[in-house]
């Protein structure tokens, strides 16, 4: 296409390595809930079509509608936490552009910028869609990738990442619940309303449970780590919802 427009050569970018991967949908159905399998297989298949290593990256960009998501990338990606290469061209999410204002796409605008400027440099763009839901990766480069562009089935992949699925979760929980993650939520006046905790049951099973709302302790939420404990579960039928009472 860029040779039909006659782009002079000096300023096409190649893409040079690429895939996608959607993670389990449901969060409760996640074996892990600190990892993302997406992110992993398509930074492996695009790295490996691009004939590229992670060390030879030059620059990245990652999605970072979160800080989480960003440590998740890190890990996923064997980056060392002092590593000096950036990870944002942009300036990150918070501050060029935003959710659902195709970040990504503004990104990979950033990246043939630069290449054109310095044509050695190979940079990488991860687009994340939803709650550690789909990944995107693409590498570009002023050269062609080593390896000819095919359109790959990466159907095994992709269906080898969901069937790691979990039973869905158990919807009237009772028993001790050992909590795997946690959030809070606040009310319009900034005090904690309550908590919202994914855990796991003693014969393994997942649920979702809250707290009540107005307890003192709750402030401790946010002050102290509860990953790891253990509290007792049991389904409320009025509220139709599984308490957690961490009292």
Partial sequence: MAESLKIDPSNIVYLVGSADFKN????????????????????????????????DIDKFDFYSCFPSMVQIIIKELGIKMDDP???????????????????????VAQAVSLIRKNPPLNVMVLANGGYNSGESVGIYSSEPGKIPWVIRDDSKVQQAILEEALPDPVEKAD????????????????GIKRGIFIGTLKDGS?????????????????????VGRTFKVEYDPELDRNILDIV
């Fill in 24 to 55: 389990i949908g449901e969060i409760t159905r996640r074996p892990n809930l600190h990892d993302s399998p997406a992110v992993r297989e398509s930074s492996r298949l695009a790295l490996e079509q691009a004939g590229l290593t992670i060390d």
């Fill in 85 to 107: 290469r950036n990870l944002t061209i942009t300036g990150g999410l918070p501050f060029h552009g935003g959710p659902l204002s195709a970040y990504s796409l503004q990104a």
């Fill in 175 to 190: 028993g001790n619940l050992t909590i795997n993650a946690y959030t809070i939520l606040y009310s319009r006046t900034g």
């Fill in 206 to 226: 997942r649920t979702i449970a809250i707290t009540r709302e107005g307890l003192p302790i709750l402030s401790t939420l946010e002050k102290n780590e509860f």
